[in-house]
């Protein structure tokens, strides 16, 4: 008995060997069994082998790596690359690969040279992409009936509007103030107008958030507030710092029972306040150093108690359920986002900020963000205890402040020496970044994660998309497959929180590069930013770079009373539906670019006057006049 084996056997021998191993080690691969091209596909690249075994064994051994070359180019993954320069170099290469090929064939082979002929895959690939990309631009709608230009029109005006209607006076700043709250204006207002005026602020009565976020802890007693603060502290599954500004000193510290690094919070209160010269009153807070937000607040009805709240962690688990369960009535499948009067031809454009945040009006949320369907860490905490965090959701009751990324993180500042002029940018949406958002424990799940749905979009990986097609005059929303993928520059670079199974699947589906330059966002005309496991540190950076930013977001920042959506950034809604054809808008009709620019001109110069480390020091000057007041050990709890 011969103890010789051919090669395809010891291949197919080492192949199973291999796939045993990985599959106990890993697990099997959910996004390879589940394709339906699986086997199809293992049947093509073993022919390729047996054929080109073959084609080695007549020539030479020489024709194998030139017939793998051109497979491995030659296919339609090459005309997805997000530059023409990358489709062109590939059909060279295709050239180049195939004529070695023919060169080498068997002299006694008829017909060597028509082995040219397989160019024509790679030509009719390029071609057919080259048709469709042009036959898109040529029919986007390119006049002012399309919704994007309706309601960047509409948003000057609501800016405009804005600005103009900012207090001139204290007396009038104090006016518009009892007007909004109904009630004074808290001790130390007045220095507070005399800061912000003298800074040049443009904005004196807007602020909202403060008001909105502090409102439901008038219904404490100063004395229940500071209790409440310790208790709060002291609790053992809380993880919060309890912090303490001397006004006079204008120095913060900040403590926790076990962890000694604040994430930059007391640097962050300190370098901002460190320079204001009227005296300040001293005030402790509770601050939430992780990314996700920490407050729920029940209804009064529902309360245990004053000093009553209630810790769960509901980290990895799905929470859209339990931060819904207090929404007025049931939650609501009928958005209140069209209520601008704008027809948006059934594509979700956002004509309300507020109402596309607002989790009671979109149920559709709870499968569409990683936070709701397996969050990295989620520690909730249940009743009226006063948080600070950087960023919370519209059912949430965090108080909001800046987030320290945005000042003191050096990663997260903009450099203009690493800039670029709007001539010089690459006519492309750029993201770079990791599946930070959610944990993938197993299965598929990941595949909803609000990064991970975004970045199969731009790679091109769904099914079909919309566009609106204007013809005589009447914009209507047709179905195609059509993607324009050079128009994306999307990457994952780094694969994590996630099961070793989960990782490898993701790291299988999406093409992923190993390093992306911090700087690479600045070369290109649009920029996106979405959220992490919070918010995303990366906004203030783009806002600044002369790029047109389009933000999509469910938490509410303290800037979110001065931003103008479609004037200073572009709003994108979680479904994205709409974002293949505002990218096509924005890069490839000539309004559609000229209001980019517009929108980046407009975003850039407003955070250089209203988004300034003086612009955050006066927010936090104010809110700690606001919390100085709340939690007065002789102030009675409010009625109303």
């Given at each position: ?88 170099l ?31 895959v ?8 080259a ?24 948003a ?37 107008y ?92 509770i ?42 009535g ?44 397996s ?23 965090d ?9 003191v ?9 690493h ?10 949406l ?110 203030y ?11 999509q ?41 000229a ?10 110069e ?23 007041r ?11």
């Amino acid at each position: 008995m011969s103890w010789a084996v051919s090669l395809p056997v010891r291949m197919a021998a080492i192949l199973a060997v291999a796939f045993v191993i990985q599959t106990m080690h890993y697990g099997a691969s959910i996004v390879a069994l589940v394709s339906p091209s699986f086997f199809f596909l293992g049947l093509l690249k073993a022919l390729a082998w047996f054929f080109a075994l073959q084609a080695a064994r007549e020539s030479s051994w020489s024709i194998a790596p030139a017939i793998a070359t051109f497979a491995a180019v030659a296919n339609a993954r090459l005309f997805r690359h997000s530059s023409e320069l990358a489709a062109v170099l590939g059909l060279l290469v295709c050239l180049l690969a195939l004529s070695p090929v023919v060169g080498m064939a068997p002299k006694n082979a008829r017909g060597g040279p028509a082995l040219l002929v397989f160019m024509a895959v790679p030509l009719a690939l390029y071609s057919y992409q080259a048709y469709q990309a042009a036959y898109f631009s040529s029919t986007a709608v390119s006049s002012a009936s399309h919704p994007a230009e309706k309601l960047i029109q509409a948003a000057m005006t609501r800016f405009d509007r804005f600005r103009e209607g900012q207090s001139r006076s204290l007396a009038a700043a104090a006016t518009e103030y009892q007007r909004r709250y109904r009630m004074e204006p808290p001790p130390g207002f007045e220095d507070w107008y005399r800061f912000a005026v003298e800074n040049n602020s443009p904005v004196i009565d807007d602020f909202n958030i403060i008001h909105t976020s502090l409102a439901p802890f008038l219904r404490l007693s100063g004395k229940d507030f500071n209790r409440i603060m310790q208790a709060a502290y002291s609790h053992p599954h809380t993880d919060v710092w309890l912090c303490n500004f001397n006004g006079a000193k204008k120095e913060t510290s900040c403590n926790h029972p076990s962890r000694d690094f604040d994430r930059n919070t007391a640097l962050l209160f300190n370098s901002l306040l460190q320079n204001i010269t009227t005296s300040l009153p001293d005030v402790s807070f509770i601050v939430n150093h992780l990314d996700e937000p920490r407050l729920l607040i029940p209804p009064s009805s529902q309360r245990g108690g004053i000093s009553h709240f209630e810790t769960e962690d509901l980290t990895s688990l799905p929470t859209f359920t339990t931060l819904a369960r207090y929404c007025p009535g049931s939650v609501s499948a009928v958005s209140a986002a069209q209520d601008s009067g704008i027809d948006t031809n059934g594509l979700p454009f956002i004509t309300n900020t507020t109402a596309a945040m607002d989790l009671c009006q979109n149920p559709s949320h709870a499968k569409q963000h990683g936070l709701f369907l397996s969050p990295t860490s989620f520690h909730l905490i249940e009743g009226l205890v006063p948080v600070l965090s950087t960023g919370t959701l519209s059912t949430m009751g965090d108080i909001v402040f800046p987030s320290p990324a945005y000042t003191v993180e050096e990663g997260f500042q903009y450099d203009a020496a690493h800039g670029m002029e709007w001539e010089q940018k690459r006519n492309n949406l750029y993201w770079a970044g990791s599946t930070t958002g959610g944990y993938a424990a197993g299965g598929s799940a990941w595949k909803d994660f609000h990064r991970q749905r975004f970045v199969a979009l731009a790679q091109g990986k769904l099914g079909s998309h919309y566009y609106l097609q204007e013809q005589q005059g009447v914009v209507k929303r047709v179905a195609s497959r059509f993607f324009n993928r050079k128009l994306y520059d999307v990457d994952f670079t780094r694969v994590f929180m996630c099961a070793l199974r989960a990782c490898r699947d993701e790291k299988d589906y999406f093409h992923t590069k190993s390093w992306a330059d911090k700087d690479a966002a600045l070369g290109s005309r649009l920029v996106f930013d979405l959220d992490g496991n919070g918010i995303s540190g990366r906004y203030y950076k783009f806002l600044a770079s002369k790029s047109a930013v389009l933000k999509q977001t469910l938490f509410r920042e303290w800037h979110d009373d001065r931003l103008v959506p479609w004037v200073h950034y572009i709003p994108v809604s979680l479904g994205m539906e709409e974002l293949p054809e505002l990218v096509l808008w924005l890069t490839s009709t000539e309004l559609g670019q000229a209001r980019a620019r517009e929108i980046a001109d407009k975003g850039r110069e407003w955070f250089e006057q209203a988004m300034r480390p003086v612009d955050r020091a006066i927010y936090l000057y104010r809110l700690l006049l606001e919390l100085a007041r709340v939690q007065g050990p002789s102030r009675e709890a409010s009625q109303r």
